[in-house]
């Protein structure tokens, strides 16, 4: 991937998650910064899973087996031009960002240097997500 590139709008065909299709109406596609969202979503309780301890997504070999069979599937599809479900944001219990559905999709982007990405957003909390909107 050329690292220049910035927005998975030019480089990605999305789908809808099927977590999101029965209640499409309480939720809004934003473009979110990726620096920003990797910021927040360190505090969460599985970044871990994902983000070293500078807060940066982990390298392949260093995630687990289960981990890198998904972001093996995200690097397929962007090479293929397969459609990748469109990531699922929220904001967890302690303030900070959550990624539900689309984990792997959201962070195999940035760890392919992607600087925004558009996600689904709940409508309710829409403006708690101000700060990351690209």
């Keep these: 991937m050329n690292k220049?590139?910035?927005?998975?709008?030019?480089?990605?065909?999305?789908?809808i998650s099927p977590s999101?299709?029965?209640r499409s109406d309480v939720f809004v596609i934003e473009s979110v910064s990726c620096k920003e969202?990797?910021?927040s979503w360190r505090y969460s309780l599985f970044?871990?899973?994902w983000l070293d301890e500078r807060g940066a997504v982990k390298k392949f070999a260093e995630l687990k087996e289960k981990e890198q069979l998904k972001q093996r599937d995200v690097l397929t599809a962007l090479k293929t031009s397969a459609p990748l479900?469109?990531?699922v944001l929220g904001i967890g219990i302690n303030d900070e960002i959550e990624i539900g559905a689309g984990r792997a999709v959201f962070l195999t982007l940035c760890a392919e240097g992607f600087?925004?990405?558009?996600?689904?957003?709940?409508?309710?909390c829409l403006g708690e997500f101000t700060k990351f909107l690209a």
């Design 4 to 15: 220049m590139d910035s927005s998975a709008n030019d480089r990605v065909t999305w789908i």
């Design 20 to 22: 999101i299709a029965a």
């Design 37 to 39: 969202v990797l910021k």
């Design 47 to 49: 970044a871990h899973e």
């Design 85 to 87: 479900e469109q990531p």
């Design 115 to 124: 600087q925004t990405i558009p996600v689904y957003l709940p409508k309710s």
